[in-house]
């Protein structure tokens, strides 16, 4: 009987620990300064496999859910991003000292060139740049459309990109249902939405998505999103974007 129970118990055990092996545990660690050696706070840490994040406190340190071999992404203003794969040492080792290294920025001469108003607020007005992207509703759907310049065929353009296959979205998530998991994960984490919304370089968004940033722009250009939109917006309006593009495609491709 005692033997019977000894192997209930091993094999319990061994069932925790591939539980455990399998999901991730709790990692901990400093984020520190390359050249100085000062911790730094409120570094964005996230787990681009599991695709959820956290920050450094005043200390430097924090704890994320991780699995050897995830791959751990470190963004700060100022600062190289860098990405660090998860080994078992670093489970074992308290404290594991990771080193972001400053960015050297090579300020370039920038010359303002004014209005030249009249004074004639007729003619002052037609001479202000003006954004030409105009915004169409479509009954049944939530969110408007960017149909880019005012001509007799916007209207039809933004139909056309919706109710016509997307073939450049089918072939990039498609084919990558992990990305699309991604996606949706991405737009529930606290976390990375606010690691999101404060950057405009695309580069969080393609490495959590293994995309180019040529990709991002194309997906947006196909879903007729503007110029000034896709240079302008933050990478959570992008994240947004393409998410609600192609969810949409997928219910109005479903009902075909």
Same mark, same amino acid.
Request: charged share 25%.
């Given at each position: 009987?005692?033997? =019977?129970?000894? /192997?209930? *118990?091993?094999?319990?055990?061994?069932? #925790?620990?591939?539980?455990?092996?399998?999901?991730?545990?709790?990692? @901990?660690?400093?984020?520190?300064?390359?050249?100085?050696?000062?911790? /730094?706070?409120?570094?964005?840490?996230?787990?681009?496999?599991?695709?959820?994040? $956290?920050?450094?406190?005043?200390?430097?340190?924090?704890?994320?859910?991780?699995?050897?071999?995830?791959?751990?992404? =470190?963004?700060?203003?100022?600062?190289?991003?860098?990405?660090?794969?998860?080994?078992?040492?670093?489970?074992?080792?308290?404290? +594991?000292?990771?080193?972001?290294?400053?960015?050297?920025?090579?300020?370039?001469?920038?010359?303002?060139?004014?209005?030249?108003? $009249?004074?004639?607020?007729?003619?002052?007005?037609?001479?202000?740049?003006?954004?030409?992207?105009?915004?169409? @509703?479509?009954? #049944? *759907?939530?969110?408007?459309?960017?149909?880019?310049?005012?001509?007799?065929?916007?209207? +039809?353009?933004?139909?056309?990109?919706?109710?016509?296959?997307?073939?450049?979205?089918?072939? /990039? !998530?498609?084919?990558?249902?992990?990305?699309?998991?991604?996606?949706?994960?991405?737009?529930?984490?606290?976390?990375?939405?606010?690691?999101?919304?404060? %950057? =405009?370089?695309?580069?969080? *968004?393609?490495? =959590?998505?293994?995309?180019? %940033?040529?990709?991002?722009?194309?997906?947006?250009?196909?879903?007729?999103?503007?110029?000034? !939109?896709?240079?302008?917006?933050?990478?959570?309006?992008?994240?947004?974007?393409?998410?609600?593009?192609?969810?949409?495609?997928?219910?109005?491709?479903?009902?075909?």
């Amino acid at each position: 009987m005692k033997y =019977f129970l000894s /192997l209930i *118990l091993i094999f319990i055990s061994l069932i #925790g620990f591939a539980q455990e092996t399998e999901d991730g545990q709790r990692l @901990s660690a400093v984020v520190i300064n390359a050249q100085s050696d000062e911790p /730094l706070e409120s570094v964005h840490v996230v787990n681009l496999n599991q695709v959820f994040g $956290t920050i450094t406190n005043e200390k430097g340190e924090f704890s994320i859910t991780a699995a050897v071999n995830d791959t751990l992404y =470190f963004s700060f203003l100022g600062f190289k991003s860098q990405k660090i794969r998860v080994t078992n040492d670093m489970f074992k080792f308290e404290n +594991t000292e990771i080193a972001l290294t400053e960015l050297a920025y090579a300020l370039e001469e920038v010359i303002v060139r004014p209005y030249q108003l $009249t004074g004639y607020l007729e003619i002052d007005v037609k001479n202000l740049p003006i954004n030409n992207a105009y915004q169409y @509703s479509i009954s #049944g *759907l939530g969110v408007s459309y960017e149909g880019g310049n005012k001509n007799p065929s916007a209207v +039809t353009k933004v139909l056309g990109a919706i109710l016509n296959p997307a073939d450049l979205l089918r072939n /990039l !998530f498609g084919k990558k249902p992990a990305q699309m998991r991604k996606l949706r994960q991405m737009r529930e984490d606290d976390d990375i939405r606010n690691l999101l919304a404060s %950057k =405009f370089d695309r580069e969080t *968004l393609t490495e =959590f998505l293994q995309l180019e %940033k040529v990709d991002i722009q194309d997906i947006l250009n196909n879903c007729n999103y503007s110029k000034s !939109f896709i240079t302008t917006a933050n990478d959570l309006q992008i994240l947004d974007a393409i998410s609600s593009c192609y969810e949409e495609y997928k219910v109005l491709n479903r009902k075909k």
